[in-house]
């Protein structure tokens, strides 16, 4: 399941960042160490930063339609963990150069 919405919860001014990941969101100790990383740099998510989560959980069609959407979205940065998300963003960002 993906987390959406984070975005419209907070400041719309806030810069926006992604976390896509290949599984499912068994990897909560991640995610909260990432937004602990971003707290310390001073980053409060909902306050000055936004997080929009995607989990393609193992289906490559859903990380393919994901890596899609968050590309849409423009933010200034996507994290992207594992080689089918990476691809996927990749291939999203420039659907002329195709990952092998």
Do not use: H, K
Not at 46 to 55: E, H, L, P, S, T
Not at 71 to 96: M, N
């Amino acid at each position: 399941m993906a987390a959406r919405g984070a975005r419209a919860a907070g400041r719309a001014d806030a810069p926006y960042r992604c976390a896509f990941e290949p599984r499912s969101g068994r990897s909560t100790v991640r995610n909260a160490e990432f937004e602990r990383g971003l707290q310390q740099a001073g980053r409060i998510v909902g306050r000055n930063v936004q997080i929009d989560y995607r989990w393609g959980a193992g289906n490559l069609g859903r990380v393919r339609q994901y890596a899609a959407e968050l590309v849409a979205l423009t933010p200034e940065v996507i994290l992207a963990v594992g080689a089918s998300t990476v691809s996927s963003i990749s291939e999203a960002r420039s659907p002329t150069l195709r990952a092998t």
